[in-house]
């Protein structure tokens, strides 16, 4: 089992940034390529970012290119989102997931372990 823990989301003016953490517990975290997905309300989850198990590799959907960043750090255990450019169309629920696969997936179910979200608010 790997335990997935998100933080910093909140609320942000459209135009600033925030940084998402997920902290990871209970397995090899290099075991893992992690992924980032969000669900607005009344939408279905969507895929954000995806990184391999040594940050090798990254995977982006096209409407956060050039915006946002994801990356890992394996000896803390936690990979990152860091969201600069924010929109208000960029308010949901973010999780992180866990991934069994070596390199980058955008299918969320391809992913085995995901955290219980954190609200990210844009306003205009």
């Known amino acids: 089992q790997v335990q997935l823990v998100e933080s910093g989301g909140g609320l942000v003016q459209a135009g600033g940034s925030l940084r998402l953490s997920c902290a990871a517990s209970?397995?090899?975290?290099?075991?893992?390529?992690m992924g980032w997905f969000r669900q607005a309300p009344g939408k279905e989850r969507e895929f954000v970012a995806a990184?391999?198990?040594?940050?090798?590799?990254?995977y982006y959907a096209d409407f956060v290119k050039g915006r946002f960043i994801i990356s890992r750090d394996n000896p803390k255990n936690t990979v990152y989102l860091q969201m600069n450019s924010l929109k208000p169309e960029d308010t949901a629920v973010y999780y992180c997931?866990?991934?069994?696969?070596?390199?980058?997936?955008?299918?969320?179910?391809?992913?085995?372990?995901w955290g219980q979200g954190t609200q990210v608010t844009v306003s205009s």
């Open positions: 997931a866990a991934s069994t696969y070596r390199d980058t997936r955008s299918v969320g179910s391809e992913y085995d372990y």
């Open positions: 990184i391999s198990r040594y940050g090798v590799s990254t």
């Open positions: 209970g397995r090899t975290f290099s075991n893992y390529a």
